[in-house]
């Protein structure tokens, strides 16, 4: 790693550039319900970090599950007639654990399918943080975007504008991820610039950074502050596998190695920016 670590002031905290350290140690374990594409990389994933996965998605057992995790991982990226069940058993066994939740709306915009089961879920289950790009928030709040796919969308609207207010419908953090991040609890709102195009074009990238907010809930109470450590170093581990690479074949090789050696958040201070 090079030496580029910087203090990163967030609404009078200081970033809880530490957390990386603190999920190796206390190898908080994340209980994913996520999509059968990405289910193995989330798994390395958290595994790379120092968490421990456990990937149930059985509609008998996952509210078992749910309770003695240390955080609950929702992704609808392929969905069936059981998911909404499951997973809204799941997330309240969660809420009644007092474990924090991630619901990552895959393609929320490309059917009417996927946009009632994520109504229903939002609706039943209450949910620390929402991550998904920008078409899907916009999506969830009824903004005008394009969706060609559980991948693809784009709104037309201002980024902050829509995790603010995504924020403030829900309750809850929300991070908008695209070319720059936000995160946001509908009063603070911060910008993250980083990562690099090459993530774009690898499957699962988005569903795993969202397990990795998980394992930062996990750890951290600060819920605005774990989400953006955890946006800020997963888009760096991007920048140094890119430069390792050779393409987008062997790019998740180096991406889960770096994410592997990550210590802290190693951006330089003007990527990251409180914008309100």
């Not at 594409?37 to 994933?45: D, R």
């Not at 809850?172 to 911060?190: L, P, Q, R, Y």
């Not at 393409?247 to 920016?273: C, W, Y």
Request: glycine residues 10%; hydrophobic residues 50%; aromatic residues 4%.
């Amino acid at each position: 790693m090079d030496a580029r670590v910087v203090d990163v002031t967030i609404g009078g905290e200081t970033m809880k550039r530490d957390l990386w350290d603190k999920v190796r140690a206390e190898r908080p374990l994340i209980h994913n319900i996520t999509n059968i594409v990405v289910a193995n990389f989330s798994a390395n994933g958290l595994l790379a970090i120092g968490a421990a996965p456990v990937m149930a998605s059985a509609v008998e057992e996952v509210a078992e599950m749910a309770s003695v995790s240390d955080a609950l991982v929702l992704n609808i990226g392929t969905l069936d007639a059981m998911t909404e069940r499951t997973m809204i058993r799941a997330g309240q066994a969660a809420n009644q654990a007092g474990r924090p939740i991630v619901f990552d709306p895959v393609g929320v915009g490309a059917t009417s399918f996927r946009r009632d089961v994520a109504e229903a879920i939002l609706q039943h289950v209450g949910v620390t943080v929402i991550r998904g790009n920008a078409g899907e928030i916009a999506t969830l709040i009824d903004l005008d975007a394009t969706a060609r796919g559980v991948d693809a969308g784009e709104a037309r609207d201002d980024l902050n504008q829509i995790a603010r207010a995504a924020a403030q419908r829900y309750n809850c953090v929300v991070a908008v991820t695209g070319e720059t991040d936000v995160v946001s609890d509908g009063d603070v709102t911060i910008e993250i610039k980083g990562g690099t195009a090459v993530m774009a074009r690898t499957t699962g990238t988005g569903c795993l950074l969202s397990a990795v907010v998980g394992a930062f809930l996990a750890v951290e109470g600060d819920v605005v502050a774990a989400t953006a450590t955890a946006l800020a170093g997963y888009a760096r581990c991007g920048e140094l596998a890119t430069v390792l690479a050779d393409g987008p074949g062997d790019f998740p090789v180096h991406f889960l190695n770096e994410l592997g050696k990550m210590t802290a958040v190693e951006l330089p201070s003007d990527r990251i920016e409180v914008v309100s």
